[in-house]
C-alpha cells in the first residue's frame, strides 16, 4: 500500500535532548530556522505531533507567512496543512491550542481513546483505528483517506522513535542546536530500542545562523514483503538510472541497483551501460559485485523494470542472474509488458525459486518515463 513521504524534523541540544524539564519549552531553533521550518510546513500536507508535545508545549503549528498561506491557496491546496496528532489514552485537553487554530484536526487514537476524547470534548475528526494505534495503518489511512502524500512529524521523542524504528521514516531533518542540557530527565529525540543496523546516508548540511541542519536518508531495504522507506529510495535510485540508458528500439531502459542488508550500496548499473548494446541492468550491476561477496545472500536487487524472465540477446535472463548470484530479494516498479517478450514474468520465476518480489506500483510511471517511445 503507498504510505505518504514521512519526513521526521527534530532540533536537538549536542547532548541529544529535544527540550528541558522546565514549563516553558526550550528553544532550540534559531529564527532564521523557524522560518525554515514554517517554510517545510508551507510545503507538506500534513502535520503531526504525539500527544505528548501537545500535553508540553501547546503548540499552534501554523504557517506563519501570510505568503505561504497565499501560495497554498492558490495551488488550489487548504490554507493550512491538516494537523494531526496520536494518543492511545485519548487524554487531551480540549481547550489546548492545536484543536482552536489552523485548518482541519485529526486525532488518530484507539477505541477506547476515541471513547474518552469525545467525553472530553475534542474539537477534531477522531478516528479510531481499532484496540492499539498501529502506525503502519495510521499512514495509509492518512494517504488513503486524507490524501496526504507528504506528512512532516514534529515529535515528539516518543513517536520519532517508533517511526525510525519501525523504518516508516523517508528523511529525518535534524537541527543541532549549539546549546546543553543535561538533564537525565528531559525528553531525548531518540529512545532505546531495535534499530536497524548501519549507516543513514547524509544528503545535506546547511549553517543557518547558529545551529546546523543535517538531512539523512534511511538506507537499509525491508525483508521479505516488508517495505520500509529506504526501498523507496532504492527504487526510485533505480528509476532515475534508467534515464541513463542510451535510447534503443528493440529494448527498454532500465536502472538497477544491489544493495546489501546494512542499507550499503553493492553495484548500480543500466541498460547497454558501458558501450554493451545488449546488457540488462541488473547484469550490468551484478557484474561489478564478486560473486563471492556473502552479502548478496541477504541483498535486494532493486529494478525499475521486472527483471527478464527470458531474452534473446544472451542465454541467461535477468532472473536467473539474480538466483544464480544467491540475491533473494528483488523490489520493481512495474511488470514486463508484452512489448518484446509475451507473457514474460520474471516475478513468478524468482518467486518459484523462494525469491521475495515487491511491486511499488507507485513508481511504475517513472520506470516508463525513458520507454515512451516504445508504446503503441
Ligand atoms: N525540539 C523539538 O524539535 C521538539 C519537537 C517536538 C516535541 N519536542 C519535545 O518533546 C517532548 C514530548 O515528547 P514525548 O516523547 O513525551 O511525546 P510525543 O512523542 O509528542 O507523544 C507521545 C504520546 O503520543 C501518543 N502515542 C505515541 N505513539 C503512539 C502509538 N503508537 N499509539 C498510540 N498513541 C501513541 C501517546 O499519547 P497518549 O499518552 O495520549 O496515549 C504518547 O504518550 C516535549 O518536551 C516537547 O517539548 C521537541
Not at 131 to 140: C, K, P
Not at 246 to 272: H, I, K, M, N
Request: proline fraction near 6%; include cysteine; aromatic fraction near 4%.
Amino acid at each position: 500500500m503507498p504510505l505518504p513521504y514521512v519526513l521526521l524534523s527534530a532540533a536537538v541540544s549536542l547532548d541529544g535532548y529535544l527540550d528541558d524539564t522546565g514549563p516553558e519549552r526550550l528553544l532550540l531553533s534559531s529564527p532564521a530556522d523557524f522560518d525554515r521550518v514554517d517554510d517545510v510546513r508551507a510545503s507538506v500536507d500534513a502535520i503531526l505531533v504525539g500527544a505528548g508535545t501537545i500535553r508540553a508545549d501547546d503548540p499552534r503549528l501554523l504557517v506563519s507567512s501570510a505568503a505561504r498561506r497565499a501560495a497554498r491557496t492558490a495551488a488550489g491546496k487548504a490554507e493550512y496543512p491538516l494537523k494531526v496528532t496520536v494518543s492511545a489514552t485519548g487524554e487531551l485537553d480540549p481547550g489546548a491550542r492545536f484543536w482552536h487554530t489552523g485548518g482541519e484536526k485529526v486525532l488518530l487514537t484507539t477505541d477506547e481513546g476515541a471513547r474518552r476524547a469525545r467525553a472530553l470534548g475534542v474539537a477534531a475528526d477522531v478516528v479510531p483505528l481499532g484496540a492499539v494505534l498501529d502506525w503502519r495503518a495510521a499512514l495509509e489511512y492518512l494517504h488513503d483517506r486524507r490524501g496526504v502524500r507528504r506528512l512532516m512529524v514534529e515529535g515528539g521523542g516518543t513517536v520519532h522513535t517508533q517511526l525510525l524504528q519501525q523504518e516508516l521514516a523517508d528523511e529525518l531533518q535534524l537541527v543541532l542546536a549549539p546549546l546543553l542540557v543535561g538533564d537525565p530527565d528531559a525528553p531525548r529525540l531518540f529512545g532505546p530500542g531495535a534499530y536497524r543496523r548501519g549507516r543513514l546516508r547524509l544528503v545535506e548540511t546547511r549553517r543557518i545562523e547558529d545551529v546546523v541542519l543535517t538531512r539523512y536518508l534511511p538506507t537499509a531495504p525491508g525483508t521479505g514483503d516488508r517495505v520500509t522507506a529506504a526501498d523507496r529510495h532504492w527504487l526510485a535510485l533505480a528509476c532515475e538510472l534508467a534515464e541513463l540508458c542510451p535510447p534503443s528500439r528493440t529494448a527498454f531502459s532500465v536502472g538497477a541497483v544491489v544493495v546489501a542488508a546494512d542499507g550499503s550500496e553493492l553495484a548500480r548499473g543500466y541498460s547497454r551501460e558501458g558501450g554493451d548494446a545488449v546488457v540488462h541492468a541488473e547484469e550490468a550491476a551484478l557484474a561489478k559485485v564478486d560473486p563471492a561477496d556473502a552479502r548478496l545472500a541477504t541483498a535486494t536487487v532493486y529494478s525499475s523494470l521486472e527483471p527478464c524472465a527470458r531474452r534473446a540477446s544472451r542465454p541467461a535472463p535477468c532472473a536467473s542472474l539474480i538466483l544464480d548470484a544467491g540475491v533473494r530479494r528483488v523490489v520493481t516498479a512495474w511488470r514486463e509488458p508484452d512489448t518484446f517478450v509475451p507473457g514474460a514474468d520474471g516475478s513468478g520465476v524468482l518467486a518459484a525459486q523462494g525469491a521475495a518480489v515487491v511491486v511499488l506500483p507507485e513508481y511504475e510511471e517513472r520506470a516508463k518515463a525513458p520507454n515512451r517511445h516504445l508504446e503503441g
